[in-house]
């Protein structure tokens, strides 16, 4: 009965460099929770941000439950990240120092039906970094078109 979410960001491995991967959880309301497992979210725009010691996914959008009513949630706003304290102590020092910034990669529902987010610490790619990214998926897409025609 239980379908598994799956939202991903597939812009985040383009323009970022992933250095490290976090799973976190997420401070949601009935309506939003109740969207995320119907797959009306999307999380392409989005971006991390710390605000007075604690994780925010700043500008997720998850569309308002269309069988809400007056209490029905905004579509963007921020919500809270759930994670360890020494994980959070990390991250904002990495974030601070070395210039580094914390990009959700993928939005996903568990085997308990929680709503948890993957988030990565990135670095900025240059245009130089993407222009090499783009042959290598090229160069791929090649080389199994080719594999297949043998087959």
Known sequence: MLKTINILNKRARFDYEIIE???AGIVL????IKSIRLGKANITESFCEFNNNELFAINMYIEEYAFGNQFNH?????????????ELKTLWRNVQTKGLTIVPIRLFTNEKGLAKLDIALARGKKTYDKRESLKEQDTKRD???IKKSFR
Not at 76 to 81: I, N
Request: glycine share 4%; charged share 50%.
């Open 21 to 23: 991967k976090y799973t």
């Open 29 to 32: 309301t009935g309506t939003e």
């Open 74 to 86: 905004k579509a963007r706003s921020e919500r809270k990240l759930l994670l360890n304290k020494r």
């Open 143 to 145: 080389l199994d078109r």
